[in-house]
């Protein structure tokens, strides 16, 4: 039996349940979560860029996502899944390779014995 809380003069109530007898929630279907997934990739989903974002995108009032509009690259730890890695441009390395022409030769072990 819940105990009622009131305040406010008793204008507000709210209801107090026992946790230890709360029952579990009921875990959805397969469908069900395939279409909470699409409904959720189009709030999280650039139009522009097509990069798919952990967080809900201002898609009423901008339209796109915040790295469209400012024009650099989104952290990575912020894309959940980006269709265009071919965008970001790779980074030099800071060691050179050395040509094989001027690669020592690999020294041979002699046997012992």
Request: aromatic share 6%; charged share 20%; net charge positive.
């Amino acid at each position: 039996m819940p105990a009622p809380l009131s305040w406010r003069g008793g204008r507000r109530t709210a209801w107090l349940y026992r946790i230890e007898l709360a029952l579990p929630k009921r875990t959805p279907t397969l469908a069900q979560e395939a279409v909470l997934d699409a409904a959720m990739a189009k709030r999280q989903t650039c139009q522009v860029c097509r990069r798919r974002y952990f967080a809900c995108l201002p898609l009423r009032t901008l339209g796109h996502c915040d790295a469209c509009e400012g024009g650099y690259i989104p952290s990575p730890d912020t894309v959940m899944h980006d269709p265009t890695p071919s965008r970001i441009p790779p980074t030099p390395s800071r060691i050179s390779p050395v040509p094989a022409a001027n690669r020592p030769a690999p020294a041979v072990l002699a046997a012992a014995g």
